[in-house]
């Protein structure tokens, strides 16, 4: 008793066939359709997969971008200080008598009779 023994017999007949091979080709279709569904989903994350490190890719060089553009912005920003700056001073260096000062000021030219005397910018030690 330690192994039953089938007690049903076969019967072969054109309906059992039949029933067999009905039953050879639903396993058979269930095993493509799980191959299908199994490739559809590697299909289906393949493309969520490179669609997200596409995604990634493009914030990650927005951002670079963005840093870049507002570093410009701020570089424009500092160089149209200096164009205001330079054009200003054009304007004060084609009145003369603003030159003339310069020069007495930097290179101690005098006007005729006058004396210019050079003081120590420094503390005096006393």
Known sequence: MTAKKKTV?????????QYDA???RQKRKKKRLIRRLVLFSIVVLIAI????????????????????????????????????NLNEEIQLLQNEEYVLE????????????ELIFKLPDEEPSY
Do not use: W
């Open 9 to 17: 017999t076969r019967l072969s007949s054109d309906y059992m066939q």
């Open 22 to 24: 009905h039953q050879g």
């Open 49 to 84: 997969g490179s669609m997200a490190t596409y995604h990634v890719k493009q914030r990650v060089l927005h951002a670079e971008k963005q840093e870049q553009y507002e570093q410009t912005q701020e570089k424009m920003a500092k160089l149209e200080k200096k164009e205001a």
């Open 102 to 113: 310069i020069a007495r000021t930097n290179y101690f030219f005098s006007k005729e009779g």
